[in-house]
T-cell receptor
Framework: EDKVVQSPLSLVVHEGDTVTLNCSYE??????LLWYKQEKKAPTFLFML????IEKKSGRLSSILDKKELFSILNITATQTGDSAVYLC??????????FGQGTRLTINP | DGGITQSPKYLFRKEGQNVTLSCEQN?????MYWYRQDPGQGLRLIYY???????QKGDIAEGYSVSREKKESFPLTVTSAQKNPTAFYLC????????????FGPGTRLLVL
């Protein structure tokens, strides 16, 4: 069965810290891995990763994929209280359907 | 403005009642999806549609029904057969380009009275 597992499930850090969120996957016919940020409501798209070893970067956020070891990490440097959210990892399978991980709830304390 | 809209924002259901959640998109996307999110969990797929007049069951379709009569609209009905409907419901769409990227609406929170 295809599955996506995220860790940790919950993380509390102080403002300014750097965090690393993990996502491992087991899917057949891998095409891409997606990261979303979910605050109060709709998940918003962060990154799509398709190739191993190529870092995607957007401001203080970056992500990389390892297709050999079947995982991805999402890094956030110099965290701010606005980074507090649930971070979701997802992998498409069987056409356009997405399989989601459980999410990591990140809390940034001032 | 292009995007996905869901209504209502909050919905209350009485025992034995069917309720319908609206999802509309003006992104000209072919594919649309309904997910359910429970506290502390990720998103689980209820139904999806890749083209007008066609839809497929997801992982947790029991107690739900959908229709796709128009490209822009994909309403979800939560029937009385769904015994535990309290959850956050998210609608999404994708252009169907094969990358898997989906764009989400703001969600509807359903509560049972």
């Amino acid at each position: 069965e295809d599955k996506v597992v995220q860790s940790p499930l919950s993380l509390v850090v102080h403002e300014g810290d750097t965090v690393t969120l993990n996502c491992s996957y087991e899917v057949t016919n891998f095409r891409s891995l997606l990261w979303y940020k979910q605050e109060k409501k709709a998940p918003t798209f962060l990154f799509m990763l398709t190739s191993s070893g190529i870092e995607k970067k957007s401001g203080r956020l970056s992500s990389i994929l390892d297709k050999k070891e079947l995982f991805s990490i999402l890094n956030i440097t110099a965290t701010q209280t606005g980074d507090s959210a649930v971070y979701l990892c997802a992998v498409p399978w069987s056409g356009q359907k997405l399989v989601f991980g459980q999410g990591t709830r990140l809390t940034i304390n001032p | 403005d292009g995007g996905i809209t869901q209504s209502p924002k909050y919905l209350f259901r009485k025992e034995g009642q069917n309720v319908t959640l609206s999802c509309e998109q003006n992104l000209n996307h072919d594919a649309m999806y309904w997910y359910r999110q429970d506290p502390g969990q990720g998103l689980r797929l209820i139904y999806y549609s890749h083209i007008v007049n066609d839809f497929q069951k997801g992982d947790i379709a029991e107690g739900y029904s959908v229709s796709r009569e128009k490209k822009e609209s994909f309403p979800l009905t939560v029937t009385s057969a769904q015994k535990n409907p309290t959850a956050f419901y998210l609608c999404a769409s994708s252009p169907g380009t094969g990358t898997g990227t989906q764009y989400f609406g703001p969600g509807t929170r359903l509560l049972v009275l």
